[in-house]
């Protein structure tokens, strides 16, 4: 035994930044040219973009399919050097389970890290997110010698928790989300183990995926691993190891001096969620950075406590890895991605919070948590890098979600159990000098895709009615949020079926603006049972609603047992025929709407993209709505008239402040908040600080 | 050049270490505070910003207001919406920004 102790490893997840320089590594740098060394970084990452492709190219999952994909070269200790990902939280969180096995299986004699072996792992204690997130890892041995590690991460749909497609509102411990597997050997001598293949398919509700997505990931590793011998072979082992830390060395520096160029201060941003799974209710995130010479501290003192019994929390090192997905994609978009980027940044957690789930609480509902966290930092992050960079401070993506979770008989009387794509549809935020594009994707799933509807349509049970930009679905501004995506879903073919919907922000939007742009409005889910659409849609003779604004529009045909359900919906049976309709929300605005150029405005007219209701009354056009002819001395004078109205109805912020301070919410949604208006009021300020 | 820019509607001169409005220059209090704390204040009904669209039921397009309020932030100069805030009922106005004022002038070679 090598330290094992059947139990969560909390001292391994403590190591998400490099591991130290070992001798071998640092006696190689003396020997890099640096020529050689940008030729085998370029190569390095184009290996791991293969990873990725490969990956996506022979998984059957929704997920893995359309690009929820990080693939990557990690050195012998576990680090993540390389990688290929639009998941920006696999490329600081994909080194856990790695570490993980170096700590406990390189010199345990019952398991060993071995030429020809793999490694599967979900366990979101290791991985960070949630046990829908599954990994393969197999190690690199040259000459006998461990070189290094290639692993994917992915999405895979389904984790047989309580209710199917990966996330289970209901559940209360962790022993209700399913698969719970910490880093485990499944395969040696290039064969995977078929006794482990099968109980993994027995624990899961889609054998088939499950087994497919993991024998996709082992392909694109040995494609990795072959690719990866010959750069050892061409430029010897001393140069690769040496390499592979240049590279997390490199980052770590850059990251530092990129840091050092913005205003030192304290940026602060509570983000509330309102649901925590199956009931509404209000908690916090309360994200205070601080940003001191070349480090940001991220600090959650004053975070709502850990929720008992519901699947609203998540572990530190999942906020850590979602807070990748800002570094990474905005304030560090030209440096690599891996978890060199850490050594910029420290982290403080209240040890009894939401966002430091311990013990046998649940988190499966914490992408929903991590993603709210995410918001802040966009918005902090945007006061904080604006001064030095003005086109990084951008208007966050949609972060509620809404994804439908379903489980059941297909139409070919086959068991499967995932998610739709659509989330992988939502719109951008707004930036400074532009509108959010449209259903542009996932701010967290950067280079994922949402399919085409007959690819969903080809082995799932639905019938899309339809699926396109929904004009109410972004935040207003001085430049407007990208459109999020619409859709109906027409259950057909089978009566053995299960449909629900993981998100927030149905009572509370999720997705905020920036510098007095409009938040995304609220999402929600509206399911039909025992509609006529299919029998309407057979005759053809009535028009119906082909997009969300028709669905709720007074004049639909449509009839049955209509029920508006929150975007935190626990899965319930659905039968051929029956309908269920909601929206992925687009981005946040970006500034005064009434700074909007009226010919912005009249564009959106012309493509439906904006509403005559908001033209009216948010941005405050004067336009012919019939020849759509602007009216620029109208629209001044609605202007000014409605910047006078501003000012009479506004107070002073003392005056203002003390009647605002008498509200509070309901005591019904504030029992899962902690104190009211600070959660930790009253409580031990125990602070874990990570060890400098 | 005595002003640095900080946000899009937010600069501060630096050698009155004050916060003041980008677009009409008015003085929103000293950078060492809360910008708010210049700025004229009110409560915008949500239905006004987010229409509910869906006649009846429990959910609809506009924030549940006993969940989520508006807030809005005008500059007392010139009423643009400096920024805005969507908080549950009652909760403390956010201070958002809170510069090292000391630091930002050593970056400009501002005098201390």
Redesign the interface.
């Known amino acids: 035994m090598t330290g094992i102790a059947y139990a969560r490893d909390h001292e391994v997840v403590q190591r998400l930044r490099p591991e130290p320089m070992t001798e071998a590594e640092a006696a190689a740098q003396a020997h890099i040219d640096p020529v050689e060394f940008d030729i085998f970084k370029h190569k390095m990452h184009m290996i791991a973009l293969e990873g990725k492709e490969t990956t996506m190219k022979l998984g059957a999952s929704t997920a893995m399919r359309w690009g929820d994909v990080a693939f990557g070269v990690f050195t012998r200790q576990g680090d993540l050097s390389v990688c290929a990902t639009g998941i920006y939280h696999h490329a600081v969180l994909g080194q856990l389970p790695l570490k993980y096995a170096v700590k406990h299986w390189v010199d345990e004699p019952s398991v060993g890290v071995r030429d020809g072996d793999s490694f599967f792992y979900n366990d979101p204690f290791y991985g960070g997110v949630h046990n829908a997130d599954m990994g393969l890892a197999v190690p690199v041995f040259y000459k006998g010698e461990l070189m290094c590690f290639i692993a994917a991460a992915v999405h895979t749909g389904e984790a047989g928790g309580t209710e199917p497609g990966g996330t289970c509102n209901t559940a209360k411990t962790k022993y209700d989300e399913g698969l719970l597997v910490p880093p485990i050997k499944i395969g040696e001598n290039y064969q995977l183990r078929e006794d482990i293949l099968n109980m993994l398919a027995a624990m899961t509700r889609d054998p088939r995926t499950m087994i497919l997505d993991i024998k996709a990931r082992l392909a694109a590793a040995r494609i990795a691993q072959r690719r990866v011998l010959e750069v050892i072979e061409e430029k010897g082992p001393e140069f690769f190891i040496g390499g592979l830390r240049r590279i997390l060395t490199q980052t770590g520096e850059a990251a530092k001096r990129r840091v050092a160029e913005l ?8 983000r ?1 969620l ?1 649901t925590v799974g199956t009931e ?1 209710g ?1 908690t916090k995130i309360n994200l205070t950075m601080i940003k ?1 010479g070349d480090r940001i501290i991220m600090d959650f003192e004053n975070t709502s406590p850990l929720v008992e019994g519901r699947p609203i929390n998540s572990f530190f090192q999942g906020i850590l890895g979602l807070s990748c997905v800002y570094y990474c994609g905005w304030l560090f978009h030209d440096l690599p991605a891996n978890n060199g980027l850490l050594e910029a940044i420290d982290w403080r957690f209240p040890d009894d919070a939401m966002v430091n789930a311990k013990g046998d609480a649940s988190t499966s509902l914490a992408p929903l948590v991590q993603t709210c966290f995410t918001q802040g930092i966009f ?2 992050g ?2 904080m890098t ?2 030095y960079d ?1 086109s990084r ?1 951008v208007a966050a993506w949609f972060s509620g979600f809404a994804i439908p979770t379903f489980g059941g008989i297909n139409q070919f009387g086959e068991g499967i159990a995932d998610i739709t794509p659509e989330i992988n549809a939502t719109g951008c935020g707004a930036r ?1 000098d532009m509108d959010g594009v449209e259903a542009a994707g996932a701010f967290f799933a950067t280079m994922s895709d949402c399919s085409d509807v007959e690819a969903t349509e080809s082995d799932r049970p639905f019938l899309y009615t339809f699926r396109n930009l929904f004009n ?1 679905s972004y935040g ?1 501004g ?1 430049q407007r949020g990208g459109c999020g995506v619409g859709f109906g879903l027409m259950v057909h073919d089978t009566n053995r079926f299960m449909l629900g919907s993981m998100g927030g922000g ?4 999720t997705t ?8 995304v ?2 999402v ?1 889910v509206q399911t039909v049972h025992d509609s006529n659409l299919k029998t309407l849609m057979a005759d053809g003779e009535t028009p119906l609603p082909h997009d969300l ?1 028709g669905v ?1 529009a ?1 004049n639909n045909p449509e009839i049955g047992s209509k029920q ?3 975007v935190s919906m626990v899965v319930q049976p659905f039968n051929d025929g029956d309908t269920y309709y909601v929206g992925v929300g687009g981005g946040g605005g ?6 909007r150029e009226p010919a912005s405005v009249l564009g959106d007219l012309r493509n439906g993209r904006v509403s005559h ?1 908001a033209a009216a ?2 941005y405050k056009i004067a336009y012919d709505t019939e020849t759509m002819r602007f009216d620029a001395e109208g629209t001044d004078a609605l202007r000014k008239a409605a ?2 109205e ?2 009479a ?6 005056d ?2 003390k009647d ?7 005591e019904d ?1 504030l029992r899962y908040y902690g104190s009211w ?1 600070n959660p930790r009021d009253g409580m031990q300020p125990i602070v874990q600080l990570r060890a400098a | 050049m005595s002003k ?6 937010l600069d501060i001169d630096l050698p009155t270490e004050t916060w003041r409005c980008n677009r009409c220059g008015h003085d929103l209090g000293t950078a060492h505070g809360n910008y ?8 915008q009904p949500l239905e ?4 509910p ?3 009846e ?8 207001s ?4 508006l ?2 932030f ?1 500059c ?1 100069g ?7 805030e ?15 004022i000391a ?2 002038k050593r ?1 400009h070679g501002a005098a201390a």
Request: aromatic share 14%.
């Open positions: 205003n030192d201060g304290i940026y602060r941003q509570p509330f309102d509404s209000l001191q918005l902090t945007a006061r604006y001064s003005s401070a400074p109410n207003h001085k149905s009572r509370f939007p905020l603006g920036l510098f007095g742009g409009y938040a409005p609220p929600f604004s709720f007074p508006a359900m929150d970006y500034g005064d709407p009434l700074e209701w009354n948010i910047r006078a501003r000012l109805r506004a107070k002073p912020y003392g203002f402040v605002w301070s008498k509200l509070s919410p309901p949604a208006p | 640095v820019r900080i946000t899009e509607y708010k704390e210049g700025c004229v204040v009110a409560e006004k910003v987010h229409p669209l869906v006649a039921g429990n959910y609809s397009f506009t924030p549940d006993t969940y989520c309020r807030v809005e005008y007392p010139c009423a643009t919406m400096l920024e805005n969507y908080l549950p009922p009652g909760h403390p106005i956010t201070h958002e920004i809170e510069l090292d630091a930002l970056r």
